[in-house]
């Protein structure tokens, strides 16, 4: 059975510090990895990872694959309260199927 | 403007009745998806359709039937043999079937069997 893990469950930072989200995932037939920010409900897009190594950058966040050790970070740099949501890990294994991870909730504070 | 709209926002029903959850999108996708989001739990996929008439079933698909009639429309019945309907629904689409990096979700859906 195809698993995502996401490490913290819940995170608390004070503005500006930096936070760094871990997914570990065991699937078979990997195709990328996607992390999402949910907040109002709705997920938004983040990131798509399909090679390892690879940083994607957008803003402060950032994001790189280890395909090797079958895990992704996500990181956020100088954190806003804008930031606080949870943040969804999510794995395409073959055609059309997606697992996600429970989320990491994270909330920052003034 | 485009998107995804999902309606209603809150629905509540009493145990033993089927329930049609609505999703419409005018983004001219051809990929749409159903999901269902429990505490402690990831989005699980109920459904996804990839092109009018026809739609795939998810990871957890008892209990609930789609169609997919027109290209921006994919309803999601919750019938009465779905043992745990009580969840919060959210409908999702892409612009062609191979493309998950382009989802697009709508507001969800909050359902409540009594």
């Known amino acids: 059975e195809d698993k995502v893990v996401q490490s913290p469950l819940s995170l608390v930072v004070h503005e500006g510090d930096t936070v760094t989200l871990n997914c570990s995932y065991e699937?078979?037939?990997?195709?990328?990895l996607l992390w999402y920010k949910q907040e109002k409900k709705a997920p938004t897009f983040l990131f798509m990872l399909?090679?390892?190594?690879i940083e994607k950058k957008s803003g402060r966040l950032s994001s790189i694959l280890d395909k090797k050790e079958l895990f992704s970070i996500l990181n956020i740099t100088a954190t806003q309260t804008g930031d606080s949501a949870v943040y969804l890990c999510?794995?395409?294994?073959?055609?059309?199927?997606?697992?996600f991870g429970i989320g990491t909730k994270l909330q920052v504070i003034p | 403007d485009g998107g995804i709209t999902q309606s209603p926002k809150y629905l509540f029903r009493k145990e033993g009745q089927n329930v049609t959850l609505s999703c419409e999108q005018n983004?001219?996708?051809?990929?749409m998806y159903w999901y269902r989001q429990d505490p402690g739990q990831g989005l699980r996929l109920i459904y996804y359709?990839?092109?009018?008439?026809?739609?795939q079933k998810g990871d957890i698909a008892e209990g609930y039937s789609v169609s997919r009639e027109k290209k921006e429309s994919f309803p999601l019945t919750v019938t009465s043999a779905q043992k745990n309907p009580t969840a919060f629904y959210l409908c999702?689409?892409?612009?062609?079937?191979?493309?998950?990096?382009?989802?697009?979700f709508g507001p969800g859906t909050r359902l409540t069997v009594l």
């Open positions: 999702a689409s892409s612009i062609d079937r191979l493309a998950t990096d382009t989802q697009y």
């Open positions: 699937v078979t037939n990997f195709r990328s």
């Open positions: 399909t090679s390892s190594g």
């Open positions: 999510a794995v395409e294994a073959s055609y059309q199927k997606v697992t």
């Open positions: 983004l001219n996708h051809d990929a």
């Open positions: 359709s990839q092109i009018v008439n026809d739609f």
